[in-house]
């Protein structure tokens, strides 16, 4: 089948293979960057290909390590550790390195509400408040290794949780705060969570959301949890309050102590768990540990960002998800950076609130996601136009494949010809920036995330695990461990096992396994990695990943439902849309207030995200004879495209002749 996807995007990849134009690296940039010049990036390619281990080894020198390491790499495939037996605390590193010198005052957070609210947290007073949240999280029972879930709003307070977990070694699982509460009550009770760090409530379209009412309900089936620590902004009228369990935040930080040592973490102690979807209903906990995943997390954001002590940062990702792990905290406060944080929706209360906060607080860098991109793009240029961008010098993307026109829009309407993009592709499970151009030596095109990073062996190959020839479609794989890699699946070894290297593990390759990325890739003349997306049953929506058959099995849960299957379909918006196929019950009415009851029911269940774009009714699913839906047939009818190929395996032709006819209707 991830074959045939393969071809079917072939077409696809074609029209972008045929974009000509570079964009060679301004000579301005160039001259202050890191990495001058395309001979000096591909001179360390090459040396870092040849021995990875040293490479990573003099990035780690840049970090403060508690105690030496004495291997940089044991690799027992497909299980890896790195910098073994060093120490090394991720707090330490983000905060308390930075006190001695010059940054001791420099703002670490500048942030803003969506009232427009707004606060500064130097360097030295985030360390403050970060030893007084661990100490809090020690007097509330937390020791290291214990799991502890933060569901709060992108307000400065959640940085905070997150250095103060990894500061006492609790890892810390965030769970984006736009999932329903059984989404989150499934996250909590498969990582046996002892605490939840959450908020009254937080500003979103200039409506109030409440975090906190979403806790308790999931609460009601995840009895590991012993105590919750509320931020109570006030902005919540009688929230409500478990006496015995529930514990005030603020209460809580101002009797504590803001003096917290680090404690001195092996390298290989867990870090965080971020649930990610899977190709199966029940999403992954991916683990990641410390010492690798700071040591890739900090160069990246230094080199790929071109990041200096003058730059402000903003990446717009949510904490929730891996993007705003790495790339709104760690890497750049490891740097020293100075972090642009926003609460609240990109349209408010007016679609240009992203180009007014760039020309207010003189943002140099934005990093963001390329269905931002489309939807400002569709609003039109005069939105940008109203405000002077001259602050930014370079710009990101992330997420998704991000098409040429966008590409182009963002660089003319918002780069204003003049600031590099750098297309960087990676993976919650990666940890940090894979793929993706230095924005001093590469010389890009728009739609392709360049070439792998220095360290990074990536390569796209057929089912065999051999190279396909340039400009062949494949699979994306990852030749050699990586320092930020995924260590396992939180639990289930097993299934971490299956999941990334069973293909490669099956070819005989037990020595050298293949990481998998489940992408589908092609490389063309120049060894530029054009990734088309997802070629297994994982759909990519806005940037954000859903599992077809999570949405399935929430389907299937609604009483009216019988069957179901999702299927992604291209969307010039999000991407990918979810199109949801669905066989009633008995008796049901096939209307469209079922349709939209269905619709809210899966957002309830997972998240609005993942609420269909579009639901057909259909008496009977294509199957074939042994009874697997044909699910290829129903991407080409969600994608309105007429149906094509061997049809002769079908159980019931008649099911696929009605859909095609509500097509038409
Ligand atoms: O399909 C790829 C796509 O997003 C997937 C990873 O999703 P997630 O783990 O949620 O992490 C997103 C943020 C890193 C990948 O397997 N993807 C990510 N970045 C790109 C991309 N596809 C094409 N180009 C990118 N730059």
Known sequence: MANKKIKSDEAAIDVLLKEKKIYPPAKSFSRLAYVKSFAELKNLRKKALSSPEK???????????????????????????????????????????????????????????????KRVLTYLELYREVCRAANALKKLGIKAGDRVAIYMPMVPEAVIAMLACSRIGAPHNVVFAGFSASALSERIQDAQVKLVITADGFFRKGLIVKPKDVVDEALKSAPSVEKVLVLNRGIVENSSWVEGRDVDWVDALSEASDDCPAEKLDSEHPLFILYTSGSTGKPKGILHTTGGYLVQAAWTTKYVFDLKDDDLFWCTADIGWVTGHSYVVYGPLLNGATVFMYEGSPMHPAPDRFWSMIERHKISILYTAPTAIRAFMRLGESWPQKHDLSSLRLLGSVGEPINPEAWRWYHKNIGREKCPIVDTWWQTETGSIMISPLPGATGTKPGSASLPLPGIDAEVVDRSGNPVPLGAGGYLVIKKPWPGMLRTIYGNPARY??????????????????????????????????????????????????????????????????????????????????????????????????????????????????????????????????????????????????VKGDVTTLEDLGALEKLQSQEEE
Do not use: C
């Open 497 to 642: 096992k299956e999941q990334y290297f069973s293909q490669a593990l099956a070819l005989g390759k037990k020595n050298y396994p293949y990481y998998f990325t489940g992408d589908g890739a092609r490389k063309d003349k120049d060894g530029y990695f054009w990734v088309l997306g997802r070629i297994d049953d994982v759909l990519n929506v806005s940037g954000h990943r859903l599992s077809t058959m999570e949405i399935e099995s929430a389907l299937v849960s609604h009483p009216a439902v019988a069957e179901a299957a999702v299927v992604g379909r291209p969307d010039d918006l999000t991407g990918q849309a979810v199109s949801a196929f669905v066989t009633l019950k008995e008796g049901q009415n096939p209307d469209e207030s079922l349709k939209r009851e269905i619709s809210e029911y899966v957002g309830r269940a997972i998240s609005p995200i993942a609420k269909p774009a579009d639901i057909r009714f259909t008496p009977l699913l294509p199957k074939t004879r042994s009874g697997k839906i044909m699910r290829r047939l129903l991407r080409e009818i969600a994608s309105g495209g007429a």
């Open 55 to 117: 490479f990573w080894e003099s990035a780690a020198k840049e970090l403060f390590w508690h105690k030496p390491w004495r291997k940089t790499l044991a690799w027992k495939p497909p299980f890896s550790q790195w910098f073994v037996g060093g120490k090394i605390n991720a707090s330490y590193n983000a905060l308390d390195r930075h006190l001695s010198g010059f940054r001791r005052h420099k703002a670490a957070l500048i942030w803003e509400g969506e009232n427009g609210e």
